[in-house]
C-alpha cells in the first residue's frame, strides 16, 4: 500500500462518487471523515463506491485532517474535496513521484476552479496550488488555524504539473454560505491570535482585497464573473472583521 486518498465531507452524496471514481487506480484506499452532522447518503454512496467511512464530530478543518492522517494507513496521503477530481495527468504524475526514493515530503496541486460553468483565470482562483499531497509521517496541522489550513512538512514541499479539478460554486446561495462561513472562521483565527478590530480594517482590508485580486492577480480576465468574484471576496474581509467585533474574549474557540 503506498497510497491512501482522505475527504473531509459533509453532505456530500451529490459529489462525493465523482471524487472517488477519479481516485480508481490511484489510490490503495479512499478513507471519508464524514462529519457527525450530516444528514443526506453520503456515507451509503461512500460505502458503495469502496471508501471506509469514519463518522466524527466537527471540530474544525486542520483538527480534521489530523484526525485523516491518523486515519490513512499508506505513507502517502492525497487530500481531496468532494467537489474535486484528479485529471489523468496528475493520477500518472502522483504515482510516478511516490515510487521515488528519495522524493519531497510533499507537493504542491494546481487546481482548475469551476464557478458557475466558468473555469476562471486569474483573481487568484488559477494556479491555485494547494498542498495536498503529503508523506504522511512528515506531515501535521496546526489546529489554530481554523480555516485555509496548509500541512506543516518535515522536509522540503515540490510542486507538480498535473491539475485537480474544483467545482467549485454552482449556485449564489451556495457561494454566499460558503463565504460567510470562511468569514466567521476567518474572525475566530484572529480573536485567538489576539487581533482587535480598527476603524480603518472596514476600509482598507476589502480595497486592498480588490486591489490584489482584481488586479495584481488578473481577476479582470475572467470578465462579468470576475469582477463579481473579486468584490464579493473583497466584502468579506470586511464582515471577518464585523465579526471580529463581535466576538468577546474566550469565545474564539
Not at 465523482?18 to 479512499?30: K, M, P, Q, R, Y
Not at 508523506?135 to 506543516?152: F, K, N, S, T, W
Request: with cysteine; glycine share 10%; aromatic share 10%.
Amino acid at each position: 500500500m503506498q497510497l491512501s486518498a482522505a475527504i473531509i465531507a459533509r453532505d456530500e452524496a451529490r459529489h462525493i462518487a465523482g471524487c472517488i471514481d477519479s481516485l480508481v487506480g490511484l489510490a490503495d484506499e479512499v478513507v471519508v471523515l464524514l462529519d457527525d452532522r450530516t444528514r443526506d447518503d453520503t456515507a451509503a454512496v461512500c460505502v458503495a463506491c469502496g471508501a471506509r467511512v469514519i463518522p466524527v464530530p466537527w471540530r474544525g478543518f486542520p483538527a480534521q485532517r489530523s484526525r485523516a492522517l491518523a486515519s490513512c494507513r499508506a505513507p502517502w496521503v492525497l487530500f481531496i474535496d468532494a467537489d474535486e477530481r484528479v485529471e489523468p495527468d496528475l493520477a500518472a504524475e502522483i504515482r510516478e513521484v511516490i515510487a521515488r526514493p528519495h522524493a519531497d515530503d510533499g507537493y504542491w496541486i494546481p487546481r482548475h476552479n469551476i464557478f458557475f460553468g466558468q473555469t476562471l483565470r486569474g483573481g487568484g482562483w488559477y494556479p491555485d496550488r494547494q498542498l495536498r499531497l503529503l508523506r504522511r509521517a512528515a506531515a501535521h496541522y496546526d489546529e489554530g488555524r481554523l480555516v485555509h489550513e496548509v500541512a506543516q512538512l518535515g522536509g522540503g514541499a515540490g510542486t507538480l504539473r498535473g491539475h485537480l479539478t474544483h467545482h467549485n460554486i454552482e449556485k449564489f446561495g451556495e457561494f454566499w454560505r460558503k463565504q460567510t462561513d470562511y468569514a466567521l472562521a476567518e474572525a475566530r483565527t484572529m480573536a485567538a491570535q489576539g487581533r482587535q478590530t480598527r476603524a480603518r480594517n472596514f476600509i482598507g482590508a476589502p480595497a486592498r482585497a480588490l486591489w490584489r485580486r482584481y488586479v495584481a492577480l488578473g481577476g479582470w480576465r475572467d470578465g462579468p464573473l470576475g469582477l463579481f468574484l473579486c468584490a464579493a471576496l473583497a466584502w468579506f474581509e470586511l464582515v471577518s472583521f464585523a465579526f471580529l467585533l463581535l466576538i468577546a474574549p474566550g469565545e474564539a474557540s
